[in-house]
């Protein structure tokens, strides 16, 4: 009998597969102040921008006038002193959050909520940015980084400008150790081999016979040493264009 597969070895949650997120600084999230977001408005100051092991995009620490601290994603261009302004009556400025129902069409924002009240949840990624497109009576429509354009409830917060750290992605790792602390931040094992080039008895893609290709596909309900691959997939291969 072969060892303990990889997805085995990942369930008894050691050490080495859990995320190191007692090293993470805060959630990045707006506070919630006000009901009538639309017609107030908030002075503050970026004390610090600051790394979140595990986040590609630096934290900024920022403190309002009614003494409140939260951290948020930086956008490109703020910097530490720098006066934001956060509600309905803020200019259209970088680093300045306002409800969306409110930002002039044509202007890229980010870390925008999906609810009103949720903190952020689109474009919070390195480099990420959605555009407003329009004001409907449904909502606010925006362009997603990944080209689908949705509708927004109109309160719903989103800061100006796009997310810093760009450039992330351009930078080469050059060394493996470096991919290594990169991934353990986050909770990742790396390096992985892949299973077909493991022997038969170690996992179910195993084999040392050429062109043994065995089926990807794998039901919900299979058992841990089997439910490798693709878990209860709805469709494989590239998808069709219409």
Known sequence: MGKRILVQRRGRGSSVFRASTHKRIAPAKYPNLSRDIVNTIFKGQILELVHDPGRGAPLAHIELETGERYYT???EGVHEGQIIEFGGKASISIGNTLPVG???EGTTICN???MP????????SSGA???VISHTPEGTMIALPSGKTRYVNDLCLATIGVVSASGRVEKPFV????????MRAKGHKYPRVRGRAMIAAVHPFGSGRRGARKVTTV???APPGRKV????AKRTGRKKKK
């Open 129 to 131: 940015y959605a555009t």
């Open 219 to 221: 039901s919900r309900n």
């Open 175 to 182: 060394k493996a150790g470096a991919k290594f602390h990169w």
């Open 229 to 232: 691959g693709l878990i209860a």
């Open 117 to 124: 009240g949720d903190g952020g949840k689109i474009a919070r």
């Open 73 to 75: 994603i930086a956008p």
């Open 102 to 104: 409110l930002i002039p």
């Open 112 to 114: 925008i909520e999906l």
